[in-house]
């Protein structure tokens, strides 16, 4: 068994896998390390990973890319305004309101409409099965990465992405955790036992921007902040030379090339290549031939002139070092030990002076920059595998929102001030509680200060007695992967109960003076979580459910040839005795950022298994027509005029032989039409 892990890009997906004899990046069909995160449809057949990026220049209204930064994302919103300008498929809005693909596939070519978690699950399974096919066995569970800036609606659609493509995550990892796993767990040697060593990580990728600082100790690293820029990363550079390329050439060629598709993905791939270039030379040209109009066009760019085109980024990439010390309670790096970059834009020489000017020494590179990320997802697999031994090292992930939880009775009126469940950079995962004056039914609202409202809650319960209100403790559990619910809720009822004599006077000999504790204990955690900011009752692990003592025990009774009578020593052998009984109240998911309905993912998962069918049929029709297409060659050459069987053959027999292969051969192309 081997725990799988996989680094989810916006351009490119590495798959990693922990075995016995260590942590392997795997490649794919084609024997490269990156699978291309695309998806191209192609008359009848669906192209997933490599296969689809021969598409993604000739058949570019078919092929969807960007997969990472538009899954999840509502139609309206600002982040789909963006990625428009990135895509050259056709959006549009889907049932749930978020964006979908639109692409024509099928035999009639009719155009359909394809959810980004469809396209997301159908790249998950894609990936898993590179594992299996390395491991020789099916592999169905891995670890995967999500970025930071991810909410909890993103990371609820790629949870039901994996489960359309029939995958079984174990966790989502975020990427600055997965790298602080990797850098971590083979350096135990030369981290301290007691005082933390603080570790910076500043990662680049196609599309966005994290700086995280981590503690680290010999037995676990601790994130303690994280900043990120969802739309500050690789292809911000590219655009640079993009633009003034485009700008040169409507001056030197009357050539309006952003204005067409095809020239743009040209420039584009054209301009990332000499980007790369100009990071270890100090200039370089730019050739392209017949970019648009039959037009040969070319430039040149200098190291020196692209860096000042660059100042504004880097002043943003400045701004996220800042904000990630702020985080950490730092003035400046001197207090961090080092400072690890990873992702393909930290490449930039620019961009590595950037980094050291604001921490203050030199970035390292001992991590592989395009890698690290897949490693630190199969560690965390290995380590939640029953069945591989990896050392024992803990990792505690940060908060990157402050959580809240907002009450609304049933009559819609919203009741106090929104209470603090987890502070920004709080650790996760992690189990709150907080105590609220029971009202009757709610309506409870998990809300995060960086995004929309995450999802709401229905508590029932009966409006109470005018007497006796009693509590209502709710617990919110922040799992794993980073994901917040509403675990439970309970009404706490404090009622006086009769308590013979003898069993009260053991309890307060056991435990003298925890009466009056006891009784206080309730009422001062409610009374300190109800006003605060920060919800008190709860703690990072799981809390014990409440225990139900014996509040309805029943008073002795005469016997029935007994005459009732009130004896004064009776009356004395039992005491009141105040106790806290709990009841469950049932609680309903509401329909707040629900994501995909059942029904909408069990038609996506019959739709994502019919297509994986045709792909497979697809594949085994054209593997069986190339052999066939062999076989027909190399039986011509042994039978012509030259072949090494023709003495062995009559001459009727062969002129017949070589009639069918002909016949055969052009059966083979009137099909593959």
Known sequence: MSGVGIDFGNVNCVVAVARRGGIDVLTNEVSNRATPCMVAFQGEQRHVGESAAN???????????????????????????????????????????????????GKEGNTSQFSYEALVGAMLSKLLSVASAEMKTEMTECVVSVPAYYTDIQKRALLDAARIGNVKVLRLLSEH????????????????????????????????????????????????????????????????????FAKEFSEKYNLNVLSAARPTLRLRKECEKLKKVLSANPEAPLNIECLMEDTDVKGFMSRDAYQVMMEPLLQKLEDVCLEALKGAGLKDGSQIANVEVIGGGTRIPSVKNSIAKVFGKQVKTTLNADEAIARGCALMCAMMSPTLRVREYALSDASPYLLSLQRIQEDDMIEGDDITLLPLFGS????????????????????????????????????PADQEPGKLKVKVKVNGNGIATVHSAALLIEEEVDVPMKDAEKTEESKPGDTKKDESKPSATEDKAAPSADADAGTDAPMPEETAPGAESNPPTSRADEKPAVDVTDAARTKKVKKTRSIDLVVRRGSMNMGLTEASLAKAFEDEAQMKAADTYQRERADSLNALESYVYDSREKLDDYGKLKEFVPDDLRTQILKDLEVAEEWIYSVSC
């Open 55 to 105: 598409f993604a220049m000739q058949n570019f209204r078919n092929t969807c890319t960007d997969l990472k930064c538009l899954l999840a994302v509502r139609a309206e919103s600002e982040d789909a305004k963006i990625g428009v300008d990135w895509v050259k498929n056709k959006l549009a809005e889907g049932p749930e309101g978020f964006i979908a693909a639109e692409c024509t596939y």
């Open 177 to 244: 955790s997965a790298a602080a796993l990797n850098y971590g767990i083979f350096r135990t040697k030369d981290l301290p036992e007691s005082k933390p060593m603080k570790v910076a990580f500043v990662d680049i990728g196609q599309q966005q921007t994290t700086v995280s600082i981590a503690d680290f100790l010999k037995s676990g690293v601790k994130i303690i902040s994280v900043a990120s820029d969802k739309v500050l990363g690789g292809r911000d550079w590219d655009n640079l030379l993009v633009h003034h």
């Open 428 to 463: 996760t995962p992690c189990m709150k509680a907080v105590s609220l004056k029971h009202t009757g039914a709610c309506r409870l609202i998990l809300k995060s200060d960086k995004s929309e409202p995450i999802a709401d809650y229905f508590v029932e319960a009966e409006k």
